[in-house]
């Protein structure tokens, strides 16, 4: 199983980038997916998350309205959306694949290696 994260980058306050999480080896639509970040010197946090077939998501409060989640199945790849970024959401951030959407880190299998966002105000 292979996952992999593109489209970070750098960029000013109030900017966009979208994220892109190409998966391989794995029944890709069986799986939930999940966007998690961590910040140099903090903990790995939930961002977002979706089910198999993208018909639920979930986010935390503080992206909410900002950044949306969403997959295309034919094309094995997860995305993330990240409008009006703000120096908070500076972080590498990474795509999981688990058995169901969550906000823990442990109930995800499989990870990517990350991709390095940085915001600068």
């Known amino acids: 199983v292979q996952l992999v994260e593109s489209g970070g980058g750098l960029v000013q306050a109030g900017g966009s980038l979208r994220l892109s999480c190409a998966a391989s080896g794995l029944a890709f639509s069986r799986y939930a997916m999940g966007w998690f970040r961590q910040a140099p010197g903090k903990e790995r946090e939930f961002v977002a998350t979706?089910?198999?077939?993208?018909?639920?998501?979930s986010y935390r409060e503080s992206v909410k309205g900002r950044f949306t989640i969403s997959r295309d199945n034919a094309k094995n790849t997860m995305y993330l959306q990240m409008n009006n970024l703000k120096p908070g959401d500076t972080a590498v951030y990474y795509c999981?694949?688990?058995?169901?959407?969550?906000?823990?880190?442990?109930?995800?299998?499989?990870w990517g290696q990350g991709t390095q966002v940085t915001v600068s105000s």
């Open positions: 979706i089910s198999g077939i993208g018909d639920n998501t």
């Open positions: 999981a694949a688990g058995d169901s959407r969550s906000w823990y880190t442990l109930r995800y299998r499989y």
